[in-house]
C-alpha cells in the first residue's frame, strides 16, 4: 500500500510564495505517475502539475504556468510544489496523488483535465488560503 503525506498550506497574502511537500514512504517503485491536484468547494478536483518516471518531463495546467513548479526527489521520496506569485483563486485544498504506472497520456496538457480519475493512492489535503 502506498501512503503519501501532504503538507505546507496555510495562509498567505496575494503575490506570496508557499511550498508544498508530499511525502511518500517507503516509495521505490520504477513505474509511477506523480501529481499535484486541487478543489475547491462544488468543483471538481483539478489536475495542476505531473510528472511521470518514463521522463522528467513535467506538465502543468495553464493556470499556474511559469508560477508553480514541480519537483520530485527521488532520495527523499518527496513531491515538491513551489508556489509563487499566488493569487486568490489559488486558494483551494491540495493534495497529491500517485499511480504505480507511468501514464503519460493522461500527465501531458491534453490529458491532465483526466488524470484526477486515474490516481489510485491520495494523500491527505493541506489547505491553501490566499487573501487579497
Known amino acids: 500500500d502506498v501512503q503519501l503525506q501532504a503538507s505546507g498550506g496555510g495562509l498567505v497574502q496575494a503575490g506570496e510564495s508557499l511550498r508544498l511537500s508530499c511525502v511518500a514512504p517507503?516509495?521505490?517503485?520504477?513505474?509511477?505517475?506523480i501529481g499535484w491536484f486541487r478543489q475547491t468547494p462544488g468543483k471538481e478536483r483539478e489536475g495542476i502539475a505531473c510528472i511521470t518516471s518514463s521522463d522528467d518531463n513535467i506538465v502543468y495546467t495553464d493556470s499556474v504556468k511559469g508560477r508553480f513548479t514541480m519537483s520530485w526527489d527521488n532520495a527523499k521520496n518527496t513531491a515538491y510544489l513551489q508556489m509563487a506569485s499566488l493569487k486568490p483563486e489559488d486558494t483551494a485544498v491540495y493534495y497529491c496523488?500517485?499511480?504505480?504506472?507511468?501514464?503519460?497520456?493522461?500527465?501531458?496538457?491534453?490529458?491532465?483535465?483526466?488524470?484526477?480519475?486515474?490516481?489510485?493512492?491520495w494523500g491527505k489535503g493541506t489547505l491553501v488560503t490566499v487573501s487579497s
Open positions: 496523488a500517485t499511480i504505480l504506472a507511468a501514464l503519460t497520456f493522461y500527465c501531458s496538457e491534453r490529458g491532465l483535465d483526466t488524470l484526477p480519475d486515474t490516481m489510485s493512492y
Open positions: 517507503g516509495f521505490t517503485f520504477d513505474d509511477y505517475t
